[in-house]
C-alpha cells in the first residue's frame, strides 16, 4: 500500500489533506479493501519522509468521517461502508471536476476543449 502513497509537499493542499484524500480514492477504487490493515503512522511517515503527527492528522480524520477504524492496541484497518460505491466515486471526483471547470472558465476555455483536452489525456 505505501507505494501507492505520495506527497507534493510544494502542492498548496496541506500533507494531511493531500494523505487523507489518497486513502479515501484507494478506499473507493478497490485498492484497499475493507477490514485491510493499514501500516502504521510511523511506517507511513518513514515513507513518505513526513512528520508522524501529520499522517496521525490524516488518520484520525479518516477515523472520524468513518472510513478507518481504530481500536485500543490494534492496527488501524479500513471500515465496513454501506455506501453506494458508485456514489462515492462520483463524490469524489465531482469536486475535482469542478475546480477543474472553473479554471477552464476562467481561462475562456470552452466545453468542446475541455472536453478534448480530458480525451487527449485520458488515453496518454
Known amino acids: 500500500m505505501l507505494e501507492l502513497l ?3 509537499p510544494s502542492s498548496g493542499d496541506p500533507i494531511y489533506r493531500q ?14 479493501q ?8 510511523r511506517q507511513i511517515a518513514e515513507h513518505l519522509t513526513v512528520n508522524p503527527m501529520t499522517v ?3 488518520i484520525q480524520q ?10 485500543r492496541g490494534q492496527a488501524t484497518r479500513v471500515a465496513e461502508r454501506e455506501t453506494s460505491e458508485n456514489t ?6 465531482a469536486t475535482e471536476a469542478k ?7 476562467q481561462l475562456g ?11 487527449a489525456v485520458w488515453n496518454q
Open 62 to 71: 479518516l477515523v472520524e468521517q468513518g472510513w478507518l477504524e481504530r481500536r
Open 34 to 41: 475493507p477490514q485491510q490493515v493499514l501500516p502504521s503512522v
Open 6 to 8: 505520495n506527497v507534493n
Open 99 to 105: 475546480d477543474l471547470i472553473a479554471q477552464a472558465k
Open 88 to 93: 462515492s466515486r462520483t463524490e469524489l471526483i
Open 19 to 32: 494523505l487523507s484524500e489518497q486513502i479515501v480514492r484507494l478506499i473507493v477504487g478497490g485498492q484497499l
Open 109 to 119: 476555455v470552452s466545453l468542446d476543449e475541455l472536453q478534448a483536452i480530458i480525451a
Open 56 to 58: 496521525s492528522r490524516a
